[in-house]
């Protein structure tokens, strides 16, 4: 069990460019989760999926989002034409619908840190 | 009205006290119960789960739940410098997919 890796770190953009972000969950979870969290914010559900099926979005969540699990294993998340309102730490968690079935906890990973200027 | 509502704090307790942290929420459907601790700059990592009205004991902390009131709260016990921290309240709804998160507790533990 190595954790959930989200990668990269940290990205810096220009308001305006697109960017793409990273996760690969814990090997064997099924369900992957992406929020986002701003300063003194809980974290903003955003979307997840079970395998490779994207379950649930955000209304809150704009056209310029959009995330991707092809395989079932790793996500992307892009988000188009970047704004500074974007900035914020995003997060990728997974879990395992097993013997807790849809109940069992979220594992987070480490964060990505968007900051558009 | 938020699914999830917690106070905001800070809360403020001396080494060897008692911690209590509130949480409410509006689904009353709801199913699954989480807290999650938050070190500044960092991810939310889990501390308790629970499922069932009444209390769930792990060491120094103890999750309660109950249903009728949709509430929830964690009692952190002998509290040490180093649970200074935000906790989220994490709550599963009814559709058992997304988890609503409240704003979080800061928490300060002062020796």
């Known amino acids: 069990d190595t954790g959930v890796s989200q990668d990269p770190r940290h990205k810096i953009t220009k308001r305006g460019q697109n960017v793409t972000f990273r996760c690969d969950p814990i090997?064997?979870?099924?369900?992957l989760y992406w929020y986002r969290q701003t300063l003194g914010q809980g974290p903003e559900f955003l979307t997840y999926?079970?395998?490779?099926?994207?379950?649930?979005k955000s209304r809150l969540l704009s056209d310029r989002f959009s995330a991707e699990r092809p395989k079932g294993s790793f996500s992307t998340l892009e988000i188009q034409r970047t704004e500074q309102g974007d900035s914020a730490m995003y997060l990728c968690?997974?879990?395992?619908?097993?013997?807790?079935?849809?109940?069992?906890?979220?594992?987070f990973g480490n964060g990505t840190r968007l900051t558009v200027t | 009205q938020k699914e999830v509502e917690q106070n905001s704090g800070p809360l403020s307790v001396p080494e060897g006290a008692i911690a209590s942290l509130n949480c409410t929420y509006s689904?009353?459907?709801?199913?699954?119960f989480f807290w999650y601790r938050q070190y500044s700059g960092k991810s939310p990592e889990l501390i308790m789960s629970?499922?069932?009205?009444g209390d769930k004991e792990d060491g120094r902390f103890t999750a309660q739940l109950n249903k009728a009131s949709q509430y929830v709260s964690l009692l952190i016990r002998d509290s040490q410098p180093s649970d200074s921290a935000t906790y989220l309240c994490?709550?599963?709804?009814?559709?058992?997919?997304?988890?609503?998160f409240g704003r979080g507790t800061q928490l300060t533990v002062w020796p």
């Open positions: 689904d009353r459907g709801s199913q699954s």
């Open positions: 994490a709550v599963r709804g009814s559709t058992l997919g997304r988890l609503y």
């Open positions: 629970i499922y069932s009205n």
């Open positions: 968690a997974s879990s395992l619908t097993g013997a807790l079935g849809p109940n069992s906890p979220l594992h």
């Open positions: 090997s064997e979870h099924n369900r």
């Open positions: 999926f079970q395998n490779e099926a994207q379950l649930e």
